[in-house]
């Protein structure tokens, strides 16, 4: 169910599941189409500019390149997580 109205939009994405020693990292490609997008506090990841944040011990890094819609998630340390950010956004 969703919160409003305008909220109820449904979308496919996949979803790949990365292992790192005893973490779980998740990258979820999205159709970013029609999405509203962070546009203050982006960070440089390798070639695009990204939206990171974390909270309880979770990272997500956060992009869009053209159509797509990219983010990574987990709780492995975020230097690591980002230098996978930079690797997927380069061959993306």
């Known amino acids: 169910m969703a919160c409003c109205a305008r909220c109820e939009v449904r979308r496919k994405a996949a ?4 292992h790192r020693r005893l973490h779980a990292i998740s990258l979820i490609v999205f159709p970013a189409r029609g999405l509203s ?3 203050r ?4 990841v390798g070639a695009v ?11 997500v890094i956060l992009w869009r390149q053209g159509e797509q ?3 990574v998630v ?8 980002t230098q996978l950010a930079v ?6």
């Open 87 to 92: 690797k997927l956004s380069t061959n993306s």
């Open 15 to 18: 979803v790949f599941v990365f």
């Open 49 to 59: 500019r990204a939206d990171v944040s974390g909270d309880r011990g979770f990272h």
């Open 37 to 39: 997008w962070p546009t």
């Open 74 to 81: 987990s709780d492995v340390d975020l230097p690591e997580l």
């Open 41 to 44: 506090r982006l960070t440089p």
């Open 69 to 71: 819609g990219y983010a």
